[in-house]
């Protein structure tokens, strides 16, 4: 079972920005499309964010113009650059293959106030 590991998350200002990150023990490499989701307290787990192998990308409405994923499959690593950040984007952030096929790891925690 692969398990990834997120890092990179933290507190923010409004307005800030955070790039967070995602190793896998596997080969990222090798999935087609790797995404990004979020949780909120109290709320269920979204994809915000996705890119296929070739690096096509795509973005849920919310985040679309703010946040950028890229992979670097040389690295085996997943990318979130998240900009002009607002509180409603506080959340733990997770990576997984599109189909959710990955244990789910322990998540990176962004927090978003003044």
């Known amino acids: 079972q692969v398990q990834p590991v997120e890092s990179g998350g933290g507190l923010v200002q409004p307005g800030g920005a955070l790039r967070p990150s995602c190793a896998g023990s596997?080969?990222?490499?090798?999935?087609?499309?790797m995404g990004w989701y979020r949780q909120a307290p109290g709320k269920q787990r979204d994809l915000v964010a996705w890119?296929?192998?070739?690096?096509?990308?795509n973005y849920a409405a919310s985040v679309k113009g703010r946040f950028t994923i890229s992979r670097d499959n040389a690295k085996n690593t997943l990318y979130l650059q998240m900009n002009s950040l607002k509180p409603e984007d506080t959340a733990v952030y997770y990576c997984?293959?599109?189909?959710?096929?990955?244990?789910w790891g322990q998540g990176t925690q962004v927090t978003v106030s003044s």
């Open positions: 997984n293959t599109l189909s959710q096929s990955y244990t």
């Open positions: 596997g080969s990222i490499s090798s999935i087609n499309t």
């Open positions: 890119v296929g192998r070739g690096g096509s990308t």
